[in-house]
């Protein structure tokens, strides 16, 4: 099919899906961003901070989902989203 081509349609980190039309569609990994065609780089706390919570410190991770959320002191949980921290 379509995304079977070589080179491939997509680039790295991503997968690609056929259109009714028979077109090939990129799209990044989840926990990927950019440019699917030319290859999707790991998120990062630059452009996905609001993943943590606002009571947590966001670092970036060389594993996925690329992100940690630490919790300030005096929270606890696992830093993630609305509910990530609690007092």
Request: aromatic share 6%; glycine share 12%.
């Amino acid at each position: 099919g379509p995304c079977d081509t070589s080179p491939t349609p997509c680039g790295a980190n991503t997968e690609c899906d056929v259109t009714t039309q028979g077109e090939p569609v990129c799209t990044c990994l989840e926990y990927y961003e950019g440019d699917a065609k030319a290859g999707c780089q790991p998120i990062t706390c630059t452009t996905h901070s609001n993943m943590c919570n606002n009571n947590a410190a966001c670092a970036d991770v060389s594993a996925s989902p690329f992100i940690s959320c630490t919790c300030n002191d005096g929270y606890t949980g696992d830093g993630f989203g609305e509910n990530g921290c609690v007092k």
